[in-house]
T-cell receptor, first 108, second 119 residues
Framework: RKEVEQDPGPFNVPEGATVAFNCTYS??????FFWYRQDCRKEPKLLMS???SGNEDGRFTAQLNRASQYISLLIRDSKLSDSATYLC?????????FGTGTRLQVFP | GAVVSQHPSRVICKSGTSVKIECRSL??????MFWYRQFPKQSLMLMAT?????????EQGVEKDKFLINHASLTLSTLTVTSAHPEDSSFYIC???????????????FGPGTRLTVL
């Protein structure tokens, strides 16, 4: 089983749609979780950390379910500029483990 | 599924020495590999893009003579930190790019990273 698994997509959604990405991780001892956004051939940029209580940043909401070892990212009111690859990242000890990413394409 | 490995996972060296980090795609061929450096608070910096059989393309501000990149084959890229200093201590991550069918396009698979500590 991969340490971090994501559906590669692509997710093709119209502007204004709500879209959700899921991610599962294998190490139950993992403590920190993140969503990164990566544009084509650019470095991944930290989008948001994921907290147990769930957290929201504007149109983005992240959720963590430790029991199911599952992380989600919800994007509301999708914009064209949201088109990118979204990487689920889990921190184990002192290293980051990246999922392969979910590609999102928002169309007009 | 595609797997990228890095070796070593952790290295401690004295100031002034050179350290080589290997990045391998284990079950696929990657014409392009990328090297990143992680900074505090989880941010990543793209250092260079490595293409098999050609010179690496370095990002602005990255010293190509200090961070030597060799992409000798479709499954191996190496990063050599020459004359390492304590400020080079960091977490170095590579990724390998593969074309994925089914509409996903280019996908980067990330290695587990290498922790470099320069004393």
């Amino acid at each position: 089983r991969k340490e971090v698994e994501q559906d590669p997509g692509p997710f093709n959604v119209p502007e204004g749609a709500t879209v959700a990405f899921n991610c599962t991780y294998s190490n139950s001892a993992s403590q920190s979780f993140f969503w990164y956004r990566q544009d084509c051939r650019k470095e991944p940029k930290l989008l948001m950390s994921v907290y147990s209580s769930g957290n929201e940043d504007g149109r983005f909401t992240a959720q963590l379910n430790r029991a199911s070892q599952y992380i989600s990212l919800l994007i509301r009111d999708s914009k064209l500029s949201d088109s990118a690859t979204y990487l689920c990242v889990v921190e184990d000890t002192d290293k980051l483990i990246f999922g392969t990413g979910t590609r999102l394409q928002v169309f007009p | 599924g595609a797997v990228v490995s890095q070796h070593p996972s952790r290295v401690i060296c004295k100031s002034g020495t050179s350290v080589k980090i290997e990045c391998r795609s284990l079950d696929f061929q990657a014409t392009t590999m990328f090297w990143y450096r992680q900074f505090p608070k989880q941010s990543l910096m793209l250092m260079a893009t490595s293409n098999e059989g050609s010179k690496a393309t370095y990002e602005q501000g990255v010293e190509k003579d200090k961070f030597l990149i060799n992409h000798a084959s479709l499954t191996l890229s190496t990063l050599t930190v020459t004359s390492a200093h304590p400020e080079d201590s960091s977490f170095y991550i590579c990724s390998a790019e593969i074309w994925t069918s089914g509409g996903a396009g280019d996908t980067q698979y990330f290695g587990p990273g290498t922790r470099l500590t320069v004393l």
